[in-house]
């Protein structure tokens, strides 16, 4: 069974931003399939904008976040496996969901929890 | 901030029907707002198939989830307020995602629970 957190993803982006608040990703570096620009990891992490107002042709698919960003004035394209998110968030509050995501299987999304950070 | 039990309803139930399973959703009866044949609480709980093949005009807004069914041969009106529901899950296999929702407030969202029955 495909996994559920795309889905969740989406569900949380669309919650975070109808409330007029900033969605961000905290995402595993090292993650296969992940791209993007050097320098933005922190401790084996990345924390990312994924607001539509911070980003372009932003696109949510069960596989990947996708999007355009200004990165030291620069645009480029981001890509971040699904898989690769631990947990999206409002940054304003850090209401959100954390994944119990290892990065092995997709379909762990049965063990998923929401908190507040 | 309202609520996300509706983002989360509809995820779930997209997930599920992406899947080619059922979704169903277990119900707090004498909850605010139902509206519902009698007939079918059990225990203080209704259980409702909302696949979009057993429901005409299926709308999960984040007040309810309101559809048209029928219930013995008969086509009814069914509204079920979103913080009526008690857990989203796929007939088939149970996966889906208990609320941690007492009806008091929807703006518990961070409380939720995925599971695996």
Redo the contacts between chains.
């Keep these: ?2 996994g ?1 957190i795309p ?2 993803i ?3 982006c ?2 975070i931003e ?2 007029n608040l900033t969605p961000y990703v905290l995402v595993r570096a090292k993650s296969k399939g992940l791209s993007i620009p050097d320098g933005f990891e922190n401790n084996g992490k990345i924390v990312l904008n994924i607001s539509a107002s911070a980003t372009a042709d932003r696109l949510i698919n069960n596989e990947s976040i996708s999007f355009k960003a200004r990165f030291h004035g620069k645009s480029q394209k981001i890509i971040v496996p699904c898989e690769a998110v631990m947990s999206i968030y409002a940054n304003e ?1 850090g ?2 969901m954390l994944f119990d995501n290892k990065g092995i299987s997709s379909d762990k ?8 950070y």
């Design positions: 069974m495909p559920v889905y969740l989406r569900a949380y669309n919650w109808d409330n509050n209401e959100g999304g049965d063990k998923n929890q929401a908190l507040r």
